[in-house]
């Protein structure tokens, strides 16, 4: 009789090892669909932010050296 509680109990703790896994890995992608969401818009503040200012300066000397433009 002790065996097949014991074999209930391994069985139960089998599911409940498994589920804590399947949380984990769907914590895990929303925790990585996150990141990747911050960092895009991180990089499209800095493209915002500093290459304009860099773009803008470039064109702004060359246009002023060369009349031809």
Do not use: E, K, P
């Amino acid at each position: 009789m002790g065996s097949i509680i014991s074999a209930i109990g391994g069985g139960i703790s089998a599911v409940i090892f498994a589920i804590a896994d399947v949380l984990m890995v769907i914590v895990g992608a929303i925790t990585t669909v996150i990141v990747t969401i911050f960092d895009v818009i991180l990089d499209i503040l800095c493209c915002r932010c500093c290459g304009s200012r860099r773009a803008g300066r470039r064109t702004g000397r060359r246009r002023g050296r060369n009349s031809a433009y």
